[in-house]
């Protein structure tokens, strides 16, 4: 926008330079770049699913028929496959998990639960016909350490569990979720919080301090964006996960789309609509990639280290880096960011200063 407004930079303001601004408005309210990334890709070619090609018309008996035969291929032979699969992996997961839980705390018990994780987790993957192909072994995240990725969907935990553990938190469910939330936490040192406890962000961080000062438990998984984008950006990563200390471990997620869109658009899908989404689309692909180790530099301030985290993720994993918040996506923006892109308005007409 300083570019188109270089030309204004030397004179007085005239009326006429409002034209300007009015247009940047419409084309924000047209396709903005903060709510384009809360809802599905757009694809470049049609991958048979009906769900990635809305504007869909006839074009030919052949390529109906190949897609009608796609149809029956993925809700007759795929879907009560995946639907088993993942019924035993859930299965086994409650079932392991609750009898390791009544082991004595040792190494022993430790490997158990390891060994449960990484089975149970590896099945559910493969209900999802998941092909992972994982970059830089070397970096994955230690003990002790902190794991911060850049989040899709709620598949993005089996993602990572299938090559490694990690202690997750999060916030205690109800119904099924619940059920497998309790079951995990016997066998392995996962942090739930219950929904008045993740308001007090004291109690929050003295808990997850706790848990990386024991350099024997597992390194904790965190997605500081706090909600699910398309895959196609990073937004502003949450400054709370980066106060904490200790050693942050970056990981970068990347979907293919032409298999399966893994976004999970919590607005439009509750939970079940969207499995049953991910169960009927051909498989789900993803490359993920560990990158070294980054610890907070002297002098960088949460915020600033929480900025070069997520732009080492944009960077490595091909994505958009955007500065918005990722809770636009419920909430309205707030004043003091309109605050600020006037005082970056009046600046770029005046010509007094760079922009902030």
Same mark, same amino acid.
């Given at each position: 926008m300083e570019k188109g407004l270089s030309g204004l930079r030397g004179r007085?303001?005239?009326?006429?330079?409002?034209?300007?601004?009015?247009?940047?408005?419409?084309?924000?309210?047209?396709?903005?770049?903060?709510?384009?990334?809360?809802?599905?890709?757009?694809?470049?070619s049609w991958n048979l699913l009906t769900r990635t090609n809305v504007n869909f018309q006839y074009i030919s008996a052949r390529l109906t028929l190949?897609?009608?035969?796609?149809?029956?291929?993925?809700?007759?032979?795929?879907?009560?496959?995946?639907?088993?699969?993942?019924?035993?992996?859930?299965?086994?997961?409650?079932?392991?998990?609750?009898?390791?839980g009544q082991l004595p705390d040792s190494s022993l018990k430790n490997r158990l639960s390891e060994l449960v994780h990484l089975t149970c987790c590896r099945i559910c993957v493969r209900a999802l016909s998941g092909t992972i192909h994982y970059h830089?072994?070397?970096h994955r995240p230690q003990k002790g350490g902190i794991c911060v990725a850049n989040h899709t969907s709620p598949i993005d935990v089996l993602i990572l569990t299938t090559d490694g553990c990690y202690a997750m938190v999060g916030q205690v469910?109800?119904?099924?979720? %619940?059920?497998?939330? =309790? #079951?995990? @936490? &016997?066998?392995?040192p996962h942090v739930w919080f219950e929904r008045s406890e993740m308001k007090d962000r004291h109690l929050v961080t003295k808990r997850l301090k706790e848990h990386i000062a024991d350099k024997k438990?597992?390194?904790?998984?965190?997605?500081?964006?706090g909600t699910c984008i398309n895959n196609t950006s990073v937004m502003m990563f949450k400054k709370g996960s980066f106060e904490i200390g200790g050693t942050i471990h970056p990981v970068a997620i990347k979907y293919n789309p032409q298999f399966g869109d893994a976004f999970w658009n919590s607005s439009k899908y509750n939970m079940v609509s969207y499995l049953l989404r991910m169960m009927t689309s051909w498989a789900i692909v993803c490359d993920v990639w560990y990158m070294p180790p980054m610890t907070r530099e002297e002098g960088e301030d949460a915020v600033q280290f929480a900025n070069r985290v997520k732009s080492a993720?944009?960077?490595?994993?091909?994505?958009?880096?955007?500065?918005?918040? %990722?809770?636009?996506? =419920? #909430?309205? @923006? &707030?004043?003091?960011?309109?605050?600020?892109?006037?005082?970056?308005?009046?600046?770029?007409?005046?010509?007094?200063?760079?922009?902030?």
């Amino acid at each position: 926008m300083e570019k188109g407004l270089s030309g204004l930079r030397g004179r007085d303001f005239e009326l006429s330079d409002v034209f300007y601004f009015s247009k940047k408005g419409l084309e924000a309210i047209v396709e903005d770049e903060v709510t384009q990334r809360f809802s599905s890709e757009e694809l470049v070619s049609w991958n048979l699913l009906t769900r990635t090609n809305v504007n869909f018309q006839y074009i030919s008996a052949r390529l109906t028929l190949v897609w009608v035969l796609g149809v029956l291929v993925r809700y007759c032979v795929l879907l009560p496959l995946r639907v088993t699969l993942a019924f035993i992996g859930i299965s086994l997961l409650v079932i392991g998990t609750t009898l390791v839980g009544q082991l004595p705390d040792s190494s022993l018990k430790n490997r158990l639960s390891e060994l449960v994780h990484l089975t149970c987790c590896r099945i559910c993957v493969r209900a999802l016909s998941g092909t992972i192909h994982y970059h830089n072994k070397q970096h994955r995240p230690q003990k002790g350490g902190i794991c911060v990725a850049n989040h899709t969907s709620p598949i993005d935990v089996l993602i990572l569990t299938t090559d490694g553990c990690y202690a997750m938190v999060g916030q205690v469910h109800g119904g099924l979720m %619940g059920i497998i939330q =309790r #079951a995990m @936490v &016997k066998a392995c040192p996962h942090v739930w919080f219950e929904r008045s406890e993740m308001k007090d962000r004291h109690l929050v961080t003295k808990r997850l301090k706790e848990h990386i000062a024991d350099k024997k438990k597992l390194p904790i998984l965190i997605f500081p964006e706090g909600t699910c984008i398309n895959n196609t950006s990073v937004m502003m990563f949450k400054k709370g996960s980066f106060e904490i200390g200790g050693t942050i471990h970056p990981v970068a997620i990347k979907y293919n789309p032409q298999f399966g869109d893994a976004f999970w658009n919590s607005s439009k899908y509750n939970m079940v609509s969207y499995l049953l989404r991910m169960m009927t689309s051909w498989a789900i692909v993803c490359d993920v990639w560990y990158m070294p180790p980054m610890t907070r530099e002297e002098g960088e301030d949460a915020v600033q280290f929480a900025n070069r985290v997520k732009s080492a993720i944009a960077i490595q994993g091909g994505l958009t880096e955007l500065p918005w918040d %990722g809770g636009l996506k =419920r #909430a309205k @923006v &707030k004043d003091t960011f309109k605050e600020e892109q006037q005082k970056n308005y009046s600046k770029m007409i005046a010509g007094n200063g760079p922009l902030s």
